[in-house]
């Protein structure tokens, strides 16, 4: 079995160890223009050229959870994509959502500014009850944070395509519940995939059906947010902050208004990050049951976009 890496950008020699390890017997390359045809290919935002020659693959292995890069080339039809699945990004994801979402909630920003330029104020102690979480998204990742804010207390909704059911949250289903969720809503965390249907989702008509003194916290794609929109409701007072890890244009600009704004805080895509051990291991056994004939999940629908 031959299996292709290509990850431009990323330094190979370590990913093609842990693949050989994972796979023994396999024939493991790195991938450049003219490398030889392979039946797997093991991938993160591959060139086009990558899907054009490489046309014997029985299946490509993404290396992330989120599949838009992938879908912007064009492969054979009927060639399965499959995502990546957890190994080991929900946890992460956890705890980047409890940090944000505590360090609004309880105000620790004002209060560090308050120590840097010499005030001793206490102010009012929040009321998880008039903190209410709507979590966007309820897939592998959404739902383990639905579940954990849950845990600590905070009224939960949460928004998905297709009924879900998850203990300790009020879950709403498709495009004409997305109003209510909304209103349900002061802290949005966005876990959607980015698709045609989900682009340019949260405009300004949306993110100021959100409660007075609402907070965003976008962990999937920057294309989800009109980043001027949500810069306007900030500074109009509707939104009191926000806690960015993802935008449209990556790395973010250094000149860029996001990163100037006082309210807005910032991460370099790192919310959960792919960990070379676990993922290798959930491809290299999904590939294993692949070419046994089993089935295997995280293949991506082509049309419905994730
Ligand atoms: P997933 O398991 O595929 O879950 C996607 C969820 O979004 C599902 O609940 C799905 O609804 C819902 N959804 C999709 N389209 C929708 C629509 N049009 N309307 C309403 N709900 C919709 O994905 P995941 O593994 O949780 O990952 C989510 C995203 O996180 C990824 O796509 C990626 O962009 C992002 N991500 C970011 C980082 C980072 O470091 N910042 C790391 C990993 C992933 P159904 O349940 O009905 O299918
Ligand atoms: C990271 O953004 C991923 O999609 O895994």
Known sequence: MRVVYCAPGS??????????????????YDWSPGAAPADHAVVWAPPQAFADEQSSLRAVWNLGAGVDALLRLRWRDGLPLVRLEDAGMASQMVEYVLHALLRHYRGFDAYERDGREGRWLQRRPPRRSEWPVGVL?????????ARAVAGLGFPVHGWSRTPRTLDGVKTHAGDAALGDFLAAT??????????DATRNLLDRGRLAQLQRGGVVINLARGALVVESDLIALLDEDH?????L???RDEPLPADHPLRRHARIAITPHIAAQTLREDSLAQIAGKILAFERG???TGIIDRARGY
Do not use: H, K, N, S
């Open 294 to 296: 089993e089935p295997v």
């Open 11 to 28: 330094r190979p020699d370590p990913w093609l160890a842990g693949l050989r390890a994972a796979l023994p017997g396999a024939d493991v």
């Open 239 to 243: 939104l009191a902050g926000a806690t």
């Open 245 to 247: 890890d993802v935008f």
């Open 186 to 195: 002061r802290v949005l965390v966005v876990l959607l995939p980015l698709t």
């Open 137 to 145: 998204g309820l897939g592998v990742l959404g739902a383990a944070v």
